[in-house]
Protein backbone atom coordinates (compact mmCIF):
# COMPACT_ATOMS: atom_id res chain seq x y z
CA UNK A 1 0.00 0.00 0.00
CA UNK A 2 1.21 3.47 -0.88
CA UNK A 3 2.36 5.37 1.95
CA UNK A 4 -0.10 8.71 2.51
CA UNK A 5 2.23 10.93 1.15
CA UNK A 6 1.98 9.07 -2.11
CA UNK A 7 -1.27 8.67 -2.21
CA UNK A 8 -2.05 11.90 -3.65
CA UNK A 9 0.62 11.35 -6.31
CA UNK A 10 -2.06 8.12 -7.29
CA UNK A 11 -5.25 10.10 -7.25
CA UNK A 12 -4.90 11.99 -9.97
CA UNK A 13 -4.17 8.66 -12.29
CA UNK A 14 -7.38 6.77 -10.53
CA UNK A 15 -9.54 9.75 -11.31
CA UNK A 16 -8.60 9.21 -15.23
CA UNK A 17 -9.59 6.17 -14.91
CA UNK A 18 -13.14 7.34 -15.26
CA UNK A 19 -12.58 8.76 -19.10
CA UNK A 20 -10.91 5.29 -20.15
CA UNK A 21 -12.12 2.07 -21.04
CA UNK A 22 -11.93 0.86 -17.48
CA UNK A 23 -14.77 2.93 -16.22
CA UNK A 24 -17.52 0.89 -18.24
CA UNK A 25 -17.02 -2.14 -16.23
CA UNK A 26 -17.65 -0.35 -12.88
CA UNK A 27 -21.24 -1.34 -12.59
CA UNK A 28 -21.62 -4.73 -13.55
CA UNK A 29 -18.37 -5.77 -12.21
CA UNK A 30 -19.12 -4.24 -8.92
CA UNK A 31 -22.32 -6.33 -8.72
CA UNK A 32 -20.90 -9.29 -10.21
CA UNK A 33 -18.10 -8.65 -6.80
CA UNK A 34 -20.86 -7.96 -4.23
CA UNK A 35 -22.94 -11.47 -5.69
CA UNK A 36 -19.35 -13.23 -5.21
CA UNK A 37 -18.09 -12.19 -2.22
CA UNK A 38 -21.85 -12.30 0.00
CA UNK A 39 -22.23 -15.66 1.65
CA UNK A 40 -26.10 -15.52 1.38
CA UNK A 41 -26.10 -14.45 -2.96
CA UNK A 42 -28.56 -16.83 -4.75
CA UNK A 43 -28.38 -18.08 -8.50
CA UNK A 44 -31.32 -15.35 -8.66
CA UNK A 45 -29.21 -12.53 -7.73
CA UNK A 46 -26.25 -13.44 -9.96
CA UNK A 47 -28.74 -14.17 -12.65
CA UNK A 48 -29.99 -10.92 -12.22
CA UNK A 49 -26.53 -9.02 -12.06
CA UNK A 50 -25.23 -10.95 -15.14
CA UNK A 51 -28.79 -9.60 -16.85
CA UNK A 52 -28.11 -5.96 -16.14
CA UNK A 53 -25.15 -6.10 -19.22
CA UNK A 54 -26.47 -7.65 -22.41
CA UNK A 55 -22.64 -8.26 -23.90
CA UNK A 56 -21.73 -9.79 -20.43
CA UNK A 57 -24.51 -12.33 -20.99
CA UNK A 58 -24.16 -13.09 -24.02
CA UNK A 59 -20.33 -13.68 -23.37
CA UNK A 60 -21.02 -16.28 -20.65
CA UNK A 61 -23.70 -18.22 -22.76
CA UNK A 62 -21.02 -18.29 -25.58
CA UNK A 63 -18.62 -19.83 -22.93
CA UNK A 64 -20.50 -21.85 -21.59
CA UNK A 65 -21.89 -23.86 -24.72
CA UNK A 66 -18.15 -23.32 -25.84
CA UNK A 67 -15.88 -26.72 -26.27
CA UNK A 68 -14.27 -26.21 -23.11
CA UNK A 69 -17.08 -27.25 -20.85
CA UNK A 70 -18.58 -29.60 -23.00
CA UNK A 71 -22.11 -29.00 -22.34
CA UNK A 72 -23.22 -28.72 -26.57
CA UNK A 73 -21.82 -32.47 -26.89
CA UNK A 74 -24.61 -32.96 -24.30
CA UNK A 75 -27.49 -31.63 -26.35
CA UNK A 76 -28.57 -28.60 -27.86
CA UNK A 77 -26.90 -26.35 -25.77
CA UNK A 78 -27.87 -23.71 -23.14
CA UNK A 79 -29.67 -20.73 -24.11
CA UNK A 80 -30.02 -18.75 -20.65
CA UNK A 81 -28.62 -17.95 -18.06
CA UNK A 82 -30.81 -20.08 -15.56
CA UNK A 83 -30.12 -23.21 -17.42
CA UNK A 84 -26.41 -22.27 -17.22
CA UNK A 85 -26.75 -22.28 -13.73
CA UNK A 86 -28.27 -25.69 -13.40
CA UNK A 87 -25.69 -27.40 -15.84
CA UNK A 88 -22.82 -25.53 -14.30
CA UNK A 89 -23.75 -24.65 -10.91
CA UNK A 90 -23.33 -21.49 -9.11
CA UNK A 91 -20.00 -21.22 -8.21
CA UNK A 92 -18.96 -22.02 -11.90
CA UNK A 93 -21.05 -19.65 -13.68
CA UNK A 94 -19.75 -16.76 -10.77
CA UNK A 95 -16.65 -17.07 -12.17
CA UNK A 96 -17.09 -17.33 -15.28
CA UNK A 97 -19.52 -13.78 -15.26
CA UNK A 98 -16.39 -12.49 -13.01
CA UNK A 99 -13.95 -13.28 -15.52
CA UNK A 100 -15.93 -12.43 -18.58
CA UNK A 101 -16.64 -9.17 -17.06
CA UNK A 102 -12.96 -8.05 -17.27
CA UNK A 103 -12.00 -9.80 -20.18
CA UNK A 104 -12.58 -6.81 -22.53
CA UNK A 105 -10.06 -4.76 -21.09
CA UNK A 106 -7.25 -7.29 -21.94
CA UNK A 107 -7.75 -8.29 -25.35
CA UNK A 108 -4.88 -6.54 -27.25
CA UNK A 109 -1.79 -8.54 -28.82
CA UNK A 110 0.27 -5.12 -29.42
CA UNK A 111 3.79 -5.94 -27.57
CA UNK A 112 5.69 -3.75 -26.09
CA UNK A 113 8.98 -4.42 -24.17
CA UNK A 114 8.28 -8.39 -23.59
CA UNK A 115 3.92 -7.09 -22.47
CA UNK A 116 0.91 -7.50 -23.88
CA UNK A 117 -2.58 -7.49 -22.24
CA UNK A 118 -3.27 -10.91 -23.62
CA UNK A 119 -0.14 -12.12 -21.45
CA UNK A 120 -1.41 -10.08 -18.82
CA UNK A 121 -4.55 -11.13 -18.87
CA UNK A 122 -3.17 -15.27 -18.86
CA UNK A 123 -1.30 -14.48 -15.69
CA UNK A 124 -3.95 -13.20 -13.54
CA UNK A 125 -6.16 -15.68 -14.93
CA UNK A 126 -3.55 -18.26 -13.82
CA UNK A 127 -3.12 -16.63 -10.36
CA UNK A 128 -6.56 -17.18 -10.04
CA UNK A 129 -6.56 -20.64 -10.72
CA UNK A 130 -3.38 -21.64 -9.01
CA UNK A 131 -5.07 -19.21 -5.66
CA UNK A 132 -8.28 -21.00 -5.91
CA UNK A 133 -6.17 -24.36 -5.67
CA UNK A 134 -4.21 -23.47 -3.04
CA UNK A 135 -7.20 -21.88 -0.66
CA UNK A 136 -9.51 -24.72 -0.82
CA UNK A 137 -6.19 -27.32 0.00
CA UNK A 138 -4.83 -25.86 2.90
CA UNK A 139 -7.49 -23.57 4.20
CA UNK A 140 -9.97 -26.14 3.64
CA UNK A 141 -12.46 -22.95 2.02
CA UNK A 142 -14.03 -22.43 -0.83
CA UNK A 143 -12.85 -19.11 -0.79
CA UNK A 144 -15.38 -16.46 -2.09
CA UNK A 145 -12.72 -13.89 -2.83
CA UNK A 146 -9.95 -15.46 -4.21
CA UNK A 147 -11.17 -15.93 -7.71
CA UNK A 148 -11.93 -12.03 -7.83
CA UNK A 149 -8.56 -11.41 -6.48
CA UNK A 150 -6.43 -12.97 -8.57
CA UNK A 151 -8.35 -11.72 -11.49
CA UNK A 152 -7.74 -8.71 -10.67
CA UNK A 153 -4.57 -8.26 -8.84
CA UNK A 154 -3.11 -6.85 -12.06
CA UNK A 155 -5.71 -4.34 -12.54
CA UNK A 156 -3.50 -1.59 -11.28
CA UNK A 157 -1.28 -2.53 -14.27
CA UNK A 158 -4.54 -1.50 -16.80
CA UNK A 159 -5.17 1.30 -15.28
CA UNK A 160 -1.15 2.66 -16.13
CA UNK A 161 -0.99 1.45 -19.19
CA UNK A 162 -4.44 3.49 -20.29
CA UNK A 163 -3.65 6.27 -17.76
CA UNK A 164 0.05 6.64 -18.26
CA UNK A 165 1.49 4.90 -21.06
CA UNK A 166 4.69 6.80 -22.06
CA UNK A 167 5.48 6.33 -18.39
CA UNK A 168 4.37 2.75 -17.99
CA UNK A 169 6.51 1.78 -21.04
CA UNK A 170 9.75 3.44 -19.92
CA UNK A 171 9.10 1.00 -16.53
CA UNK A 172 8.58 -2.13 -19.18
CA UNK A 173 12.08 -0.67 -21.07
CA UNK A 174 13.72 -0.66 -18.16
CA UNK A 175 12.44 -4.36 -16.82
CA UNK A 176 13.37 -5.50 -20.46
CA UNK A 177 16.76 -4.25 -20.01
CA UNK A 178 17.47 -5.04 -16.20
CA UNK A 179 15.71 -8.60 -15.41
CA UNK A 180 17.26 -8.48 -12.35
CA UNK A 181 14.98 -6.06 -10.80
CA UNK A 182 10.91 -6.36 -10.85
CA UNK A 183 7.92 -4.08 -12.68
CA UNK A 184 7.38 -2.82 -9.21
CA UNK A 185 10.89 -1.56 -8.75
CA UNK A 186 10.93 0.63 -11.88
CA UNK A 187 7.48 1.47 -11.14
CA UNK A 188 8.50 3.02 -8.05
CA UNK A 189 11.86 4.91 -9.50
CA UNK A 190 9.25 5.96 -12.45
CA UNK A 191 6.26 7.43 -10.48
CA UNK A 192 6.87 6.80 -6.81
CA UNK A 193 4.39 3.94 -6.42
CA UNK A 194 3.81 0.60 -7.88
CA UNK A 195 0.87 -1.11 -9.74
CA UNK A 196 -0.08 -2.44 -6.25
CA UNK A 197 -0.40 0.61 -5.18
CA UNK A 198 -2.97 2.17 -8.00
CA UNK A 199 -5.04 -1.34 -8.06
CA UNK A 200 -5.31 -1.36 -4.38
CA UNK A 201 -6.83 2.56 -4.68
CA UNK A 202 -8.68 1.57 -7.61
CA UNK A 203 -10.17 -1.14 -5.57
CA UNK A 204 -10.84 0.94 -2.95
CA UNK A 205 -12.59 3.98 -4.86
CA UNK A 206 -15.09 1.49 -6.24
CA UNK A 207 -15.78 0.08 -2.88
CA UNK A 208 -14.87 -2.93 -3.23
CA UNK A 209 -14.92 -5.44 0.06
CA UNK A 210 -11.58 -4.16 2.56
CA UNK A 211 -9.86 -7.98 2.35
CA UNK A 212 -10.50 -7.90 -1.85
CA UNK A 213 -8.73 -4.50 -1.76
CA UNK A 214 -6.06 -5.62 0.53
CA UNK A 215 -4.97 -8.65 -1.33
CA UNK A 216 -4.92 -6.51 -4.64
CA UNK A 217 -2.45 -3.98 -3.19
CA UNK A 218 -0.28 -7.35 -1.30
CA UNK A 219 3.24 -6.95 -2.51
CA UNK A 220 4.75 -9.29 0.29
CA UNK A 221 4.11 -12.18 2.46
CA UNK A 222 1.71 -11.23 5.28
CA UNK A 223 3.41 -11.55 8.60
CA UNK A 224 1.86 -12.63 12.00
CA UNK A 225 -0.92 -15.58 12.08
CA UNK A 226 -3.28 -16.43 8.63
CA UNK A 227 -6.19 -16.40 10.90
CA UNK A 228 -8.60 -13.48 8.81
CA UNK A 229 -9.94 -13.70 5.44
CA UNK A 230 -7.71 -10.59 4.77
CA UNK A 231 -4.22 -12.40 5.35
CA UNK A 232 -5.41 -15.68 4.18
CA UNK A 233 -6.37 -14.27 0.85
CA UNK A 234 -3.38 -11.63 0.86
CA UNK A 235 -1.04 -14.67 1.52
CA UNK A 236 -3.35 -16.89 -1.12
CA UNK A 237 -2.77 -14.10 -3.77
CA UNK A 238 0.89 -13.27 -3.01
CA UNK A 239 2.03 -16.72 -3.41
CA UNK A 240 -0.36 -17.98 -6.40
CA UNK A 241 0.92 -15.07 -8.48
CA UNK A 242 4.45 -15.44 -7.73
CA UNK A 243 3.76 -19.23 -8.39
CA UNK A 244 2.59 -18.50 -11.98
CA UNK A 245 5.41 -16.20 -12.74
CA UNK A 246 7.30 -19.00 -11.86
CA UNK A 247 5.85 -21.20 -14.88
CA UNK A 248 5.65 -18.34 -16.87
CA UNK A 249 2.14 -18.46 -17.60
CA UNK A 250 1.61 -14.98 -19.16
CA UNK A 251 3.57 -11.64 -18.39
CA UNK A 252 6.33 -12.19 -15.90
CA UNK A 253 6.87 -8.21 -14.09
CA UNK A 254 9.28 -10.27 -11.52
CA UNK A 255 12.11 -12.12 -14.13
CA UNK A 256 14.29 -12.79 -11.32
CA UNK A 257 12.01 -14.17 -8.65
CA UNK A 258 13.83 -17.86 -7.94
CA UNK A 259 12.17 -20.96 -6.27
CA UNK A 260 14.03 -19.95 -3.11
CA UNK A 261 11.53 -16.46 -3.09
CA UNK A 262 8.83 -19.12 -2.41
CA UNK A 263 10.23 -21.26 0.58
CA UNK A 264 8.85 -19.19 3.60
CA UNK A 265 5.15 -18.70 2.11
CA UNK A 266 5.01 -22.49 1.31
CA UNK A 267 6.30 -23.22 4.73
CA UNK A 268 4.16 -20.93 6.49
CA UNK A 269 0.90 -22.32 4.75
CA UNK A 270 2.38 -25.93 5.33
CA UNK A 271 2.83 -26.60 0.91
CA UNK A 272 5.37 -28.78 0.28
CA UNK A 273 6.93 -28.35 -2.91
CA UNK A 274 6.14 -31.11 -5.10
CA UNK A 275 2.75 -30.42 -3.72
CA UNK A 276 2.91 -26.89 -5.24
CA UNK A 277 3.98 -28.03 -8.60
CA UNK A 278 1.00 -30.40 -8.63
CA UNK A 279 -1.06 -28.13 -8.25
CA UNK A 280 0.73 -25.70 -10.97
CA UNK A 281 0.41 -29.20 -13.38
CA UNK A 282 -3.38 -29.02 -12.97
CA UNK A 283 -3.68 -25.04 -13.45
CA UNK A 284 -0.94 -25.45 -16.72
CA UNK A 285 -3.00 -28.04 -18.44
CA UNK A 286 -6.33 -26.04 -17.33
CA UNK A 287 -4.83 -22.78 -19.07
CA UNK A 288 -4.02 -24.91 -22.36
CA UNK A 289 -7.38 -26.12 -22.48
CA UNK A 290 -8.38 -22.35 -22.38
CA UNK A 291 -5.71 -21.39 -24.87
CA UNK A 292 -7.17 -24.24 -27.63
CA UNK A 293 -11.21 -22.14 -26.70
CA UNK A 294 -9.59 -18.78 -27.50
CA UNK A 295 -9.28 -17.43 -24.27
CA UNK A 296 -5.87 -16.06 -25.05
Known sequence: MAPPDKQADIDPLIRQVEKTELSSIRAVLSQII????????????????????PPLASRVLK????????????????????????????????????????CPLFQSNETVHGYSRIALWEHC???????????RRVFRMPGGQIHAAGLLHGIGIIVEDQCA????????RALEESPGQSLADHERRLFGFSH????????????FPDSLATAIGTESFPEGELDTETSRLAATVMLAGAAAQLRKFGFVESPGLTPDGLSVP????????????????????????????GWF
Open 34 to 53: QVATAPDSRAIDLKEAIETD
Open 63 to 102: RVNSAHYGIARRGSGVSDLHMAVVFMGFETIKELALSQSI
Open 125 to 135: MATALTGRLIY
Open 165 to 172: QATFREAL
Open 196 to 207: ADVGQALAKRWN
Open 266 to 293: LARLGIPPDGLERILDEVGEELERMRDD
